[in-house]
């Protein structure tokens, strides 16, 4: 690629290709093994574009998963804002949680496996935004609680955390090549979940 070449990508989607070219490294080679040479190799830019955008490769990291949460967040927000009984919200909330999984399952599951590298303000920055998710999910589940839809012998917290927690973990033990497709783990994670909180 030309230098001419090189500068027409910086105008245009350098950002997007970065971001791409990093996924797939991570996602192959791990994040510890992937260089920012590599990075800007794969995506076919300038070293300049890829510190114009990030400044390391722990920001690089860190913003792949935060635009995916802010994602998650502007739809669970959505989804509790809406009419309707909690626990119909609810169901709808962690039925789109797993299709947006789905969707964006090789950035994620790189985020799961990397996130214990990542120190700092960047990690401040990621427990911020995942306690925005986790208060607003939580919400949803007070609110059932105290519509008698919920079950209240266990704290919202509780069943808030466990779930989210189990969430966090699918990428130890899902294999894509398994009996289940992503989206099949969901609907069952979800049935038993919501069978789990709701009032018998």
Known sequence: MTGQDRTKVQRGQARERIVAAATNLFGRQGYEATTTRQIVEAAQ?????????F??????LTSIYRELLAEQTQRLEAIAAADGPADVRLSRAVTDLFAHMDDHAEPLTVWARSMHL?????????????????HLFQDLVEEGQKAGVFRADVGASVITNT??????????WFHAEGPL???ELGTQMVGLFLDGVRVA
């Open 45 to 53: 830019v300038t070293k300049g574009a890829l510190y114009h955008w």
């Open 55 to 60: 400044s390391s490769k722990e920001e690089l």
């Open 118 to 134: 990542v120190a700092g303000e960047h990690a401040a920055a990621v427990r911020a935004e995942r306690r925005r998710y986790q």
């Open 163 to 172: 779930f989210l927690s189990s969430v966090v973990q699918i990428h130890r």
């Open 181 to 183: 497709t992503r989206r």
